[in-house]
Structures are given as structure tokens and as C-alpha cells.
């Protein structure tokens, strides 16, 4: 790792109305190192980075590379210089292919005309690079599941002559083999001489892949250029003021109630023929690789897609395929994996989007605006939900802010059976802490839960007993109070696939 420092952030501030949201950044990035970048959801993570990228023009400071200052507030420059961004919230257009997205706004040409042979062809060889060949560069983008997506946008990023590149929470829609191969390209990107700047909430991954850390919080540098074996006390006290002694609440245990029951349920390539029992007072998890089919047996749980075979009950009685409202109103709820697009209207108040599923509680002809922020205040609060203003539009909230609305709404409409897709992803550990009390008390009140998680450490922390997906199927049923990582892991790959592992683990 070089010494020489590829980017300098000196005194960076950043002001909008009313709020401050960087107060005196410092860090330095030098090249060929992985610097990894932590703080809890506000602390001016995503300020900072698009501050760097030209995305946002700083207030006061300065930003060097290479020793000379990077345009502010233009981003083409940014890059030009040889900064790269991949942001949390892909930045890909749908309706694009593989290869127009990779190469969207510098495109090969032939004279006045794009090289479309010549793009699929370096797209193809990108994607070769990343240890994701296999996607083509003729798809379009909105037909990718999200992990292939993710490979799409590090690819238009590496696409350039890159010397800094900023990845945003880049492994959290993918499972254990693909966050290895990004690993891999990380490592050769650093031996080229290339900076990263690594943001993650994920402690563990910040010691197999970081060289150094930095912490803000509340705006600020709390810590700058820690080594990376820094102790896991010591980051999270660095992060929220406070050690979180205790991650995981008590782990809670079901009744012989049976509130929801799947029997074999199917929709071909993803679900094939799933049954499963949730009881009254249980944690359920359901784990497995990406592509497992977990998020599909969901959506088909809660009636976004109509199954080719098998039945839906709650309480005893079946739910008529593929209809939302009847599953919503036999009290399931969903929380899905993208809360932004599929949980929330981003620019409704809170207000309303926690009354969304209950509208005709507050007036049929004439809807009670004072009770409906009333009973949506209330029940923000009992989430602990920072900011609980009614009034204030959901878009402004942290991710972990805008997991608890989303709870909110069905917990106004007192649902039987939460089902939860990720409900963890993109969040601090503080607020991961608080995440799994709420899932647990709700448990404990007599509440139905059926988790999806990627995180095994998550599944093993929370859940009474977790089913392992693989291939559409559920292959095994574990008991969570003795559960490991490692034994999730084995049933969730092939033995064909990782004989090493199952060895290992057998």
C-alpha cells in the first residue's frame, strides 16, 4: 500500500436549511488502500461521498486529489479526474441494455455513429472481469435481479480510467460468493494502485476487505485512519457514543397457534413446492443464496404473484390467490426488500403512508386527518421512530427510520402476521439493535413473523427456528437456538458446489 495520499478531506462542511449535515470532515485515502468509511445512518456518510463524487457542492473545505483541488458541484469532473461513485441507490436505466448502461454518456463511436459491437464486446469483457460473464450484454437492465444489477453498476464504474473509487454499501443484495468475487476485483484494483473508499455496516466485512477506517458521526470525524483490526467494541462505541452490549434480545419462543400455513406452494423457476407452518409468538427464518427463491415464496405469500399450485391460510382459512387487498385484510403484513420503491410513497407524510393500509378506519366518505395522525403518531413512537413528526415526508428519514414506518403501518392495522424482506439491510448496528428488539417484542406479543435475511449472523441472532431455501425448495429446518453460520451455509449450498465446505462442516 502507498503511502501517498490519491485524496485529502480537509475541514469539509456541508449546509442545508435549517441543517447541518457535515461539521468538519477530515480523511485522507491514500492509493492502492481500501479505506473503509463507517458511521450510524445520519452521520454524513452519503454527504461526504457525493461531496467527493461533484454530486453536491460543499459549504466550506476542501476536497484535494492528487494534490489539486476537484471541481465542486461537477460531477463530469469528478470523474474525469478519475473518481468513481456506486451508490446505494443504483443510478441504472432500465429500459437500457447491459452494454448501453455500462457505457451511458461515453459510448464507442464509429465516426458520428455508437460502436454497438465494439460496446457489447468491452461490456462482455467488464463483466468477464467482475466473475459475472454469464450476464448479457444485450439484457436490459429492469429484467436483472438486483445483485446482477449491482455487477451492472460496478462495471459502468470501472468502465473509465478510475484512480478512486467510492462503493456504497455495494454488497447488500449479494449473497456470500458474490460479495467474494467483488472482494477479488477490490483486491485488484488496489494492486493496480487504485484508492477505494469502502462504506459498510457490515463490521465483519471491514476485516477481511479494509486496510483503514474512518468514523463520523453527528457530521463529524470521530475517528480517521484506524487500522482495520480495530475491536468491534471499539468501532460501534466510536459510532453511537455508547457500547451496544447486547445485539441480540432474548430469542422468542412460538405456541402450538398455527397463524399462517403454506402447502405447497409453487410458481416455476423460483418456488418449487414450498410448505411451511409460522405460529403465534415465533421468529421464523428463511434463508438461502440470492435466487434461492425466498423473496419469490413471499410475494407469493402475500399475493403479489398468483402461484401455478398450492394454498395460502391464516388463521385456518385460505386466501384467494394472488389478491393483496384479501391477504391485507386476513392481517398480513410485508415489509419488502426495497422499502424505497416497494414500501413507501417517498413523498407523502408520515401520517399517511402508516395509514395506507387502513384508510377506512378514519372515514369512508370523509377521511379524520386529526385521528389518522394521531394513531399514526402513536404508533411511530411505540417504534421509537426519530423524527415521530406526522407531518414530516418520509423521504428525509434514515433507512432504519423508514423500516420503522413501514412496521408502523401494520401495526395500526394489527396484523396477525408480519412477513419481513431484509428488514435490516442498509442500516447502522445501533439501529440493528433496536430492529431485532421490536421484531422480537412484537414476537413476544403474540405476532407471527417470517423473516428473509441474508445475514446468517441475523437469522441465527433472532430467530426460533430458520428453513434453509436452495433452488427453489426448502432443503432443511433448524432449530435457532443451536444454529450456526456455518451449518446455514452448508444447506444452503449445493454440495456439489462447495464439497470443501461441506466437508468441513459435516
Same mark, same amino acid.
Given at each position: 500500500?502507498?503511502?501517498?495520499?490519491?485524496?485529502?478531506?480537509?475541514?469539509?462542511?456541508?449546509?442545508?436549511?435549517?441543517?447541518?449535515?457535515?461539521?468538519?470532515?477530515?480523511?485522507?485515502?491514500?492509493?492502492?488502500?481500501?479505506?473503509?468509511?463507517?458511521?450510524?445512518?445520519?452521520?454524513?456518510?452519503?454527504?461526504?461521498? $457525493?461531496?467527493?463524487?461533484?454530486?453536491?457542492?460543499?459549504?466550506?473545505?476542501?476536497?484535494?486529489?492528487?494534490?489539486?483541488?476537484?471541481?465542486?458541484?461537477?460531477?463530469?469532473?469528478?470523474?474525469?479526474?478519475?473518481?468513481?461513485?456506486? !451508490?446505494?441507490?443504483?443510478?441504472?436505466?432500465?429500459?437500457?441494455?447491459?452494454?448501453?448502461?455500462?457505457?451511458?454518456?461515453?459510448?464507442?463511436?464509429?465516426?458520428?455513429?455508437?460502436?454497438?459491437?465494439?460496446?457489447?464486446?468491452? @461490456?462482455?469483457?467488464?463483466?468477464?472481469?467482475?466473475?459475472?460473464?454469464?450476464?448479457?450484454?444485450?439484457?436490459?437492465?429492469?429484467?436483472?435481479?438486483?445483485?446482477?444489477?449491482?455487477?451492472?453498476?460496478?462495471?459502468? =464504474?470501472?468502465?473509465?480510467?478510475?484512480?478512486?473509487?467510492?462503493?456504497?454499501?455495494?454488497?447488500?443484495?449479494?449473497?456470500?460468493?458474490?460479495?467474494?468475487?467483488?472482494?477479488?476485483?477490490?483486491?485488484?484494483?488496489?494492486?493496480?494502485?487504485?484508492?477505494?473508499?469502502?462504506?459498510?455496516?457490515?463490521?465483519?466485512?471491514?476485516?477481511?476487505?479494509?486496510?483503514?477506517?474512518?468514523?463520523?458521526?453527528?457530521?463529524?470525524?470521530?475517528?480517521?485512519?484506524?487500522?482495520?483490526?480495530?475491536?468491534?467494541?471499539?468501532?460501534?462505541?466510536?459510532?453511537?457514543?455508547?457500547?451496544?452490549?447486547?445485539? !441480540?434480545?432474548?430469542?422468542?419462543?412460538?405456541?402450538?397457534?398455527?397463524?399462517?400455513?403454506?402447502?405447497?406452494?409453487?410458481?416455476?423457476?423460483?418456488?418449487?413446492?414450498?410448505?411451511?407452518?409460522?405460529?403465534?409468538?415465533?421468529?421464523?427464518?428463511?434463508?438461502?443464496?440470492?435466487?434461492?427463491?425466498?423473496?419469490?415464496?413471499?410475494?407469493?405469500?402475500?399475493?403479489?404473484?398468483?402461484?401455478?399450485?398450492?394454498?395460502?391460510?391464516?388463521?385456518?382459512?385460505?386466501?384467494?390467490?394472488?389478491?393483496?387487498?384479501?391477504?391485507?385484510?386476513?392481517?398480513?403484513?410485508? @415489509?419488502?426488500?426495497?422499502? $424505497?420503491?416497494?414500501?413507501?410513497?417517498?413523498?407523502?407524510?408520515?401520517a399517511k403512508n402508516v395509514s395506507l393500509a387502513d384508510l377506512p378506519r378514519f372515514g369512508r366518505a370523509l377521511l379524520d386527518v386529526g385521528e389518522e395522525r394521531s394513531e399514526a403518531r402513536a404508533q411511530l413512537r411505540r417504534l421509537n421512530t426519530v423524527p415521530d413528526d406526522v407531518d414530516r415526508i418520509a423521504r428525509l428519514l434514515s433507512g432504519g427510520n423508514q423500516q420503522k414506518v413501514v412496521l408502523a403501518r401494520w401495526l395500526l392495522?394489527?396484523?396477525?402476521?408480519?412477513?419481513?424482506?431484509?428488514?435490516?439491510?442498509?442500516?447502522?448496528?445501533a439501529t440493528k439493535a433496536e430492529l431485532y428488539r421490536l421484531i422480537c417484542d412484537l414476537a413476544k406479543e403474540g405476532l407471527g413473523v417470517l423473516v428473509v435475511s441474508s445475514e446468517l449472523e441475523e437469522l441465527v441472532g433472532i430467530c426460533s427456528r430458520v428453513l434453509v431455501m436452495r433452488e427453489g425448495e426448502v432443503v432443511a429446518e433448524v432449530d435457532g437456538a443451536t444454529a450456526t453460520e456455518r451449518e446455514l451455509l452448508r444447506h444452503?449450498?449445493?454440495?456439489?458446489? =462447495?464439497?470443501?465446505?461441506?466437508?468441513?462442516?459435516?
Amino acid at each position: 500500500m502507498s503511502e501517498a495520499a490519491v485524496l485529502e478531506v480537509r475541514g469539509l462542511v456541508k449546509e442545508y436549511p435549517g441543517v447541518r449535515a457535515l461539521q468538519g470532515v477530515d480523511l485522507d485515502v491514500r492509493a492502492a488502500e481500501v479505506h473503509c468509511l463507517l458511521g450510524p445512518n445520519g452521520a454524513g456518510k452519503s454527504t461526504l461521498i $457525493k461531496c467527493v463524487s461533484g454530486a453536491v457542492e460543499p459549504t466550506a473545505g476542501e476536497i484535494l486529489f492528487d494534490g489539486e483541488p476537484l471541481p465542486a458541484g461537477d460531477p463530469a469532473g469528478s470523474l474525469k479526474r478519475g473518481v468513481a461513485t456506486i !451508490y446505494q441507490e443504483l443510478d441504472l436505466v432500465e429500459d437500457l441494455t447491459v452494454a448501453e448502461s455500462i457505457f451511458l454518456g461515453h459510448e464507442p463511436r464509429r465516426g458520428p455513429l455508437l460502436d454497438r459491437e465494439r460496446m457489447r464486446r468491452d @461490456a462482455s469483457a467488464l463483466l468477464e472481469r467482475l466473475g459475472h460473464g454469464t450476464i448479457s450484454p444485450r439484457v436490459k437492465v429492469g429484467a436483472l435481479r438486483p445483485a446482477a444489477q449491482q455487477i451492472v453498476s460496478i462495471a459502468r =464504474a470501472l468502465s473509465g480510467d478510475v484512480r478512486l473509487l467510492i462503493m456504497d454499501e455495494p454488497s447488500a443484495i449479494l449473497d456470500d460468493g458474490e460479495i467474494e468475487t467483488l472482494f477479488e476485483v477490490v483486491r485488484r484494483l488496489t494492486a493496480e494502485g487504485v484508492g477505494v473508499i469502502y462504506i459498510s455496516h457490515r463490521l465483519d466485512e471491514i476485516r477481511r476487505i479494509g486496510d483503514r477506517v474512518t468514523v463520523l458521526a453527528d457530521g463529524a470525524t470521530a475517528a480517521t485512519g484506524l487500522p482495520a483490526t480495530t475491536p468491534t467494541d471499539d468501532l460501534v462505541a466510536l459510532m453511537v457514543g455508547r457500547r451496544v452490549e447486547q445485539l !441480540y434480545p432474548e430469542r422468542p419462543v412460538g405456541t402450538d397457534t398455527v397463524v399462517l400455513e403454506v402447502r405447497g406452494a409453487r410458481r416455476l423457476p423460483a418456488v418449487r413446492g414450498v410448505s411451511l407452518k409460522v405460529h403465534a409468538g415465533e421468529v421464523l427464518g428463511l434463508g438461502g443464496l440470492v435466487g434461492s427463491g425466498r423473496t419469490e415464496l413471499l410475494r407469493l405469500i402475500y399475493g403479489l404473484d398468483v402461484p401455478e399450485e398450492g394454498e395460502v391460510l391464516v388463521d385456518g382459512k385460505a386466501l384467494k390467490p394472488g389478491s393483496p387487498r384479501r391477504a391485507i385484510e386476513a392481517g398480513l403484513g410485508l @415489509a419488502p426488500e426495497d422499502r $424505497k420503491s416497494e414500501g413507501l410513497v417517498l413523498d407523502w407524510s408520515l401520517a399517511k403512508n402508516v395509514s395506507l393500509a387502513d384508510l377506512p378506519r378514519f372515514g369512508r366518505a370523509l377521511l379524520d386527518v386529526g385521528e389518522e395522525r394521531s394513531e399514526a403518531r402513536a404508533q411511530l413512537r411505540r417504534l421509537n421512530t426519530v423524527p415521530d413528526d406526522v407531518d414530516r415526508i418520509a423521504r428525509l428519514l434514515s433507512g432504519g427510520n423508514q423500516q420503522k414506518v413501514v412496521l408502523a403501518r401494520w401495526l395500526l392495522r394489527r396484523c396477525r402476521v408480519l412477513l419481513l424482506d431484509e428488514p435490516t439491510r442498509g442500516v447502522d448496528v445501533a439501529t440493528k439493535a433496536e430492529l431485532y428488539r421490536l421484531i422480537c417484542d412484537l414476537a413476544k406479543e403474540g405476532l407471527g413473523v417470517l423473516v428473509v435475511s441474508s445475514e446468517l449472523e441475523e437469522l441465527v441472532g433472532i430467530c426460533s427456528r430458520v428453513l434453509v431455501m436452495r433452488e427453489g425448495e426448502v432443503v432443511a429446518e433448524v432449530d435457532g437456538a443451536t444454529a450456526t453460520e456455518r451449518e446455514l451455509l452448508r444447506h444452503a449450498v449445493a454440495p456439489t458446489d =462447495a464439497p470443501d465446505l461441506a466437508e468441513e462442516v459435516a
